[in-house]
């Protein structure tokens, strides 16, 4: 499934790897990486793949699933799909409360101790997933676990993970996507080390120049 699911995103764009000019993050962070899985949304052969990769993986993974949960925002409409494709109850989550009406941060019914799946399109260091998993657990969930659609599989991700408890399963994963790029002629040989390196270490910028 990861290499499935690699190919179509490199198919249709929605991950861009440019180590020779490398994307900018908010953080000031340079990144040969960047991660849109919103357009898997409007690119239908692809987005029937991921959404049914969900439901296989949330089967598999997380089988006494009751409520799926996406976050928000590129959460909420892939948690609408395998919500509908599993016959299941469905809602999301916000960024924060609202300020108004009910002043919600949880949309759709949830019943304490009901066993959730959060839906989550990109891992990279795990904060919005896991601020998204204790919003819930605080509502009185049990929570499963997440499935996602693809991470980086960085160490600060991981050990975030491992420090509250939480199940992640992805779709794809960066090591993944680099063989599939290098073998499709995406990216050179040689740049899969130099993007490996920059996820082991995104802040250090010697992966630019393949420095160790």
């Excluded at 900018?24 to 990486?33: E, F, M, N, Q, V």
């Excluded at 960024?95 to 799946?117: F, M, Y």
């Excluded at 990216?187 to 250090?204: G, H, M, V, W, Y």
Aim: hydrophobic residues 40%.
């Amino acid at each position: 499934m990861k290499t499935e699911i690699a190919k179509g995103l490199l198919s249709i764009e929605a991950v861009f790897l440019r180590p020779e000019e490398p994307f900018t993050w908010a953080s000031g962070i340079k990144s040969p990486i960047y991660c849109d899985n919103r357009l898997t949304l409007t690119a239908p052969e692809v987005r029937i793949k991921v959404e049914e990769g969900l439901v296989a993986t949330i089967k598999e993974h997380f089988p006494e699933c009751e409520v799926v949960m996406g976050t928000s925002t590129a959460g909420i409409a892939h948690a609408a799909i395998v919500g509908h494709l599993m016959n299941m109850p469905m809602g999301y989550v916000r960024g924060s409360a609202k300020d108004h009406g009910r002043t919600n941060q949880i949309e759709g019914k949830l019943i304490p101790g009901q066993k959730v799946v959060v839906v989550e399109d990109l891992v990279s260091t795990g904060g919005s997933a896991v601020d998204t998993v204790e919003v819930l657990r605080a509502a009185g969930a049990d929570v499963l676990g997440i499935a996602s659609i693809f991470t980086y599989g960085m160490k600060k991700g991981l050990d975030r993970f491992a420090e509250h408890n939480v199940k992640n399963v992805s779709l794809c994963d960066l090591d993944a996507l680099v063989e599939v790029a290098a073998d499709t002629g995406y990216i050179k040989a040689e740049d899969k080390e130099r993007i490996l390196q920059f996820r082991d270490n995104p802040s250090d910028e010697g992966w630019m120049k393949g420095d160790k």
